[in-house]
């Protein structure tokens, strides 16, 4: 064999030398990467505040992902972490226990990888979501203890041979914590030129916990004086455990708030992490989301309710204090999914939620000249 054509070999193992399996799983990835390519940031929005000198309010608008809602950054990480580990190959049905948006993200990217996909969802989800679901090309198998869906999931991924994704135990390690353009790096990138670019807070939900982890990690990683929020439905259990780390389980009714509050500790909250944690009754978070929906002229998710409630705490204590500075929290996904739930007025009705429940400070700091979408 001459030099030459030594040298003329592809250095690019061609596909044939690749083990078995590997090809697609290479394209898989490569499909996985486009998309990051194509996708866009989402925004951050500075909300006005009145009565709040010195004091910045930001939405990092996480609805204006392709699926709609802030899942759409797990559902990426854990279809690349399960490619990465070797456990999704050609053909391979995703299993997921979700009460929705998770589900919706990821029936969007078993789709554009071509693997049958099934969520295990709560009989009580809304309506839209399952539509949304089976619009993306997903299945959903409903059950009616909503305590039983990791169970199910387990069992009906074990049965059919697929993969049980459990974004409840990976969403905390799926994700590069450190940057990669995770939701954390994004938000101080873009706080970059603001009047006070380091937060004093940023303010989230925990459903799965993996969106309070990236975040917590990373102001420590960047060693910024930022603290971390969490704003928590009455109902959940992750408040009382962050008080009393014995607690991890409670019973009776669960929170109305889709996508945050569980009724279990999952594995992928750390509490340590957190600097604090606020309990939100539910008609608080309602009417919340509806005065912020009238605030921006377009309707936001009841999760983000939750979000904007404890930030209000957060303003009063710091324009007492009369400290002025930033703070970040997020649109998790826009109201759409919530037509036939708390944008209905039987539903709230039934529930006893009213304008009556809405925060006397929502109109202090964000006052509101029009209606109420
Ligand atoms: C999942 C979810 C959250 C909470 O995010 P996690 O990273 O899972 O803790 C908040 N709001 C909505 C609408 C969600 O779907």
């Known amino acids: ?94 299993v997921e226990a979700s009460s929705g948006s998770t589900a919706v993200s990821e029936a969007y990217f078993a789709r554009m990888l071509g693997l049958p996909f099934i969520a295990v969802v709560p009989a009580t989800t809304a309506c839209e979501k399952i539509a949304q679901i089976e619009h993306q090309g997903g299945r959903c198998h409903r059950v009616d203890d909503p305590r039983q869906i990791y169970a199910e999931a387990e069992r009906l991924a074990a049965h059919c041979g697929g993969h049980y994704m459990d974004q409840f135990t990976y969403a905390e390690r799926a994700t590069d914590w450190r940057g990669t353009n995770n939701i954390a ?69 669960v929170s109305c708030i889709e996508g945050i509050g569980r009724p279990r500790v999952e594995p992928s909250f750390l509490p340590d992490v957190v600097d604090r944690m606020i309990a939100i009754p539910d008609a608080r978070s309602i009417a919340a989301a509806r005065h912020l929906s009238a605030v921006l002229g377009r309707r936001c998710g009841p999760s983000t309710g939750t979000n904007l409630q404890a930030c209000l705490d957060l303003i009063a204590e710091m324009v007492a204090a009369g400290q002025g500075g930033s703070i970040v929290t997020l649109l998790c996904d826009s109201g759409d999914r919530y037509s036939s739930t708390c944008y209905d007025q039987n539903w709230c009705d039934q529930r006893g939620f009213a304008e009556a429940d809405a925060d006397p400070r929502l109109q202090t700091y964000l006052p509101l000249r029009h209606g109420v979408v």
Request: glycine share 8%.
């Open 1 to 94: 064999m001459s030099l030459a054509l030594t040298i003329a070999q592809p250095v690019v193992p061609s596909a044939s030398d690749m083990p078995d399996g590997r090809d697609w799983v290479n394209r898989a990835i490569a499909t996985l990467s486009a998309e990051q390519t194509r996708s866009a940031d989402t925004h951050l929005i500075e909300v006005p505040l009145r009565n709040a000198p010195g004091i910045s309010l930001y939405l990092k608008d996480e609805s204006s992902h392709p699926s709609g809602s802030l899942k759409h950054r797990l559902a990426r990480s854990l279809f690349l972490y399960a490619l990465c580990n070797g456990w999704v190959r050609e053909g391979t049905t995703i």
């Open 185 to 253: 790096q994004s938000i101080f990138d873009q706080m970059r030129a603001e009047a006070s670019p380091v937060p004093a807070w940023i303010v989230c939900g925990a459903g799965t916990g993996g969106t309070s982890a990236t975040i917590g990690r990373y102001i420590r990683y960047g060693r910024h004086a930022t603290r971390l929020c969490v704003a928590d439905p009455e109902a959940s259990v992750f408040h009382r455990h962050f008080h009393d780390r014995s607690v991890t389980q409670v019973d009776g009714a």
